[in-house]
């Protein structure tokens, strides 16, 4: 691999995401994986609610993360173009389904009125391959 690749930020935080996926799945490997997909609300106040929630939205995904649960999570847009987050896309480790649906009803996105509706799907994870020790 040639020097400036090996320098890469990219590759340095493909590195450290890898890092954190792995020892996940080693500490999580008791636990289910799953994708949650939240839509927003379209009313005319929707994004501004989203906007005056995110902080505290984002404090409590990151203490998710730290702790290993949380291994993606982001906003999906309408285009690229404009930008505007209309929900959020989550990966996550969980003991039940039952116990991800209260997390989801205890993050401040629910509790401040921006999800609309959500959907959890049970994941089994192709790439990138990882196997628990």
């Known amino acids: 691999m040639n ?7 990219l590759l340095s935080q493909f590195r450290e995401n890898r890092r954190l996926f792995t020892n996940s799945s080693r500490l999580m ?4 994986l799953y994708l949650v997909v939240a839509h927003d609300k379209t009313d005319a106040q929707a994004l501004e ?4 929630s995110r902080n505290e939205h984002l404090q409590s995904a990151t203490s998710h993360h730290e702790k290993g649960s ?3 999570a ?3 847009l309408d285009s690229h173009e404009s930008g505007k987050m209309i929900g959020s896309a ?8 039952e116990a991800l649906e209260k997390q989801i009803q205890e993050d401040p996105y629910t509790e401040n009125n921006v999800w609309d509706k959500y959907t959890i799907y ?3 994870l ?3 391959k990882v196997v628990p020790n």
């Open 3 to 9: 020097r400036l690749l090996q320098r890469s930020p």
């Open 29 to 32: 490997s008791s636990k289910q």
């Open 49 to 52: 609610r989203r906007m005056a």
């Open 70 to 72: 949380v291994l993606f």
């Open 74 to 76: 982001g906003a999906f």
């Open 90 to 97: 989550l990966l996550l480790w969980s003991e039940s389904k």
């Open 122 to 124: 049970p994941m089994r």
């Open 126 to 128: 192709a790439l990138p």
